[in-house]
């Protein structure tokens, strides 16, 4: 996977080497049976995404690292999935040896990925459209999308789901911008609004 090689070179990148079985541990998570789009096909869609904008990246290898970390921990039952995907993404890179700037980064890069305000800096606005990319995606992956996070959210009854899913679709479709990036702004703020509408309409 090409998501694998970006993680040799992000650790590479920054001299260290990654614990043992690091890697391993993650790629179980993202192969928990409770996760239907949280998945490694989420990661390399991540990576796949993250190509046209690496470029705008001050330290590209931190936002590699975070994109592993992001969702290494999600439980829907959970409030505090990216707080634990954060730690684990700092306790890691301290026990790898990273300066204590480069864990506190990354970590403040996979909080972003709450989505609760517009991210600050290139490099959490890079890690934070790609992570968004899925929303601009073409009308059936969109719609697959949709299904999946539903499986995920299976233990929740159908209305209190609908409702609940129409108010985060309308949390990004009211922003004055979905995307912080050009490219992403260019080539996929559009769709993601098209998407965004016809799915609120279809739950509504």
């Not at 992000?10 to 890697?23: E, N």
Request: glycine share 4%; hydrophobic share 45%.
């Amino acid at each position: 996977m090409s998501e694998t090689a970006d993680w040799d070179r992000a650790w590479q990148a920054l001299g260290l080497a990654p614990p043992a079985d690091l890697l391993s541990a993650l790629n179980a998570r993202y192969a928990e049976s409770h996760r239907a789009y949280h998945t490694l096909q989420h990661l390399t869609e991540c990576f796949e995404q993250l190509g046209p904008v690496a470029a705008l990246s001050e330290r590209l290898p931190e936002i590699q690292l975070a994109l592993w970390f992001h969702d290494a921990v999600y439980d829907t039952r959970a409030q505090d999935n990216e707080q634990q995907s954060a730690d684990w993404a700092r306790e890691a890179l301290a026990s790898a040896g990273a300066a204590r700037e480069v864990g506190e980064r990354v970590h403040a890069l996979v909080m972003a990925t709450r989505h609760a305000a517009v991210p600050e800096g290139i490099d959490a606005q890079v890690l934070v459209d790609v992570d968004l990319s899925i929303l601009g995606a073409e009308t059936a992956r969109f719609a697959e999308y949709e299904q999946q996070i539903r499986r995920e959210y299976v233990w929740v009854p159908e209305q209190a789901y609908r409702g609940a899913r129409v108010r985060v679709l309308k949390s990004f479709l009211e922003r004055p911008k979905i995307y912080a990036t050009p490219w992403f702004a260019e080539h996929r703020e559009a769709r993601a609004r098209a998407n965004l509408a016809r799915s609120i309409r279809e739950l509504s």
